[in-house]
């Protein structure tokens, strides 16, 4: 039993070591001009022991991918949790663009390089969705309890906001300082979500 356990220990260190070196790779600069040797380089790993684990870069490259994409979805449903409806949406998106500004890795890999190295339907994909349903949900459950305005429909505001709050992480991504341009995109995205709720008067 205890030698089966060592080489699944082994194995699972040498996974973990890959794909931290890929994601400081990745995060450093063009995804396209990074290769399986530097990857082994860089994790003191032999080229076939990324091989074992990734059958090529793009592969790699997507899970690296989705390991952040989840991170970040999971620090917005902790921030959310227990809020009412437009509290959980605004704290959503102001979680998730400070995020950004903090970890530019995570930024660069989850909105600059994944359209370019997965492709625009397979980044869209590739995660089910996971933050759109987030944002929907909180959107559904404000007009259930009447606080959306008349015409606002959840499934078309769910678009909208995520197109403006990604194009606004490309921009972060890119800013010489990322946590000013994050705040003033939560400023704004802020007054945007005025006009979608009512409030009492």
Do not use: N
């Not at 063009?30 to 530097?38: H, M, S, Y």
């Not at 959503?92 to 994944?114: E, H, N, Q, S």
């Amino acid at each position: 039993m205890a030698s089966t356990r060592r080489p699944q220990a082994r194995s699972r260190r040498s996974l973990k070591e890959v794909l931290g070196a890929a994601r400081e790779l990745f995060g450093a600069g063009d995804a396209a001009a990074v290769t399986i040797d530097e990857v082994a380089l860089r994790a003191g790993r032999t080229k076939g022991s990324v091989y074992y684990h990734f059958a090529s870069k793009d592969e790699l490259f997507e899970t690296v991918f989705l390991a952040e994409h989840r991170s970040l979805v999971a620090a917005v449903e902790a921030a959310t949790a227990g809020l009412e409806p437009e509290a959980a949406l605004r704290t959503g998106l102001a979680t998730y663009l400070r995020a950004l500004a903090t970890d530019l890795v995570a930024a660069r890999i989850t909105v600059v390089m994944a359209p370019a190295v997965l492709g625009w339907r397979r980044w869209r994909e590739c995660d089910g969705g996971s933050f759109r349903l987030l944002v929907l949900a909180a959107l559904t459950a404000a007009r259930a309890s009447g606080r959306l305005r008349p015409g606002a429909e959840p499934d078309v505001l769910a678009d909208l906001l995520l197109g403006a709050v990604t194009e606004t992480a490309v921009a972060i991504a890119a800013d010489e300082d990322p946590g000013a341009r994050a705040e003033l995109a939560i400023e704004s995205l802020d007054g945007m979500l005025d006009a979608v709720f009512i409030h009492g008067s």
